[in-house]
């Protein structure tokens, strides 16, 4: 049974850094996609950082050169390192996993319908 457990979320001030993790038990393909998606009180919920059994990394406009996310050499834990916070990040965030294909091709981050898994959220809240 797959399951996507995140960890790291906290409390920061405005300029701050946060590591998100994401342990994934359960993997039932090298082929994947995983993501980093955020949701914010009364907003949709947001894709933020992508990426794929290639290593190949998608970003939003909105964390580019701020955040950067990454996987471990086992696989089994991906992270986003989030880096100048502001209070416009403050959100859950949720890890996301899919299966048999990696993401979308080019600068587009694979939209949330297309995942299959999803972890339980952790909150991530910035001050000014």
């Known amino acids: 049974q797959v399951q996507l457990v995140e960890s790291g979320g906290g409390s920061v001030q405005a300029g701050g850094s946060l590591r998100l993790s994401c342990q994934l038990y359960?993997?039932?393909?090298?082929?994947?996609?995983m993501g980093w998606f955020r949701q914010a009180p009364g907003k949709e919920r947001e894709g933020v950082a992508t990426i794929d059994s290639n290593g190949r990394p998608t970003y939003a406009d909105s964390v580019k050169g701020r955040f950067t996310i990454s996987q471990n050499n086992a696989k089994s834990t991906f992270y986003v390192q989030m880096n100048s916070l502001t209070p416009e990040d403050t959100a859950m965030y949720y890890c996301?996993?899919?299966?048999?294909?990696?993401?979308?091709?080019?600068?587009?981050?694979?939209?949330?319908?297309?995942?299959?898994?999803w972890g339980q959220g952790t909150q991530v809240t910035v001050s000014s």
């Open positions: 359960g993997v039932i393909s090298s082929t994947y996609c």
């Open positions: 996301a996993a899919r299966f048999g294909r990696d993401c979308l091709s080019g600068s587009r981050i694979t939209p949330a319908g297309a995942f299959n898994y």
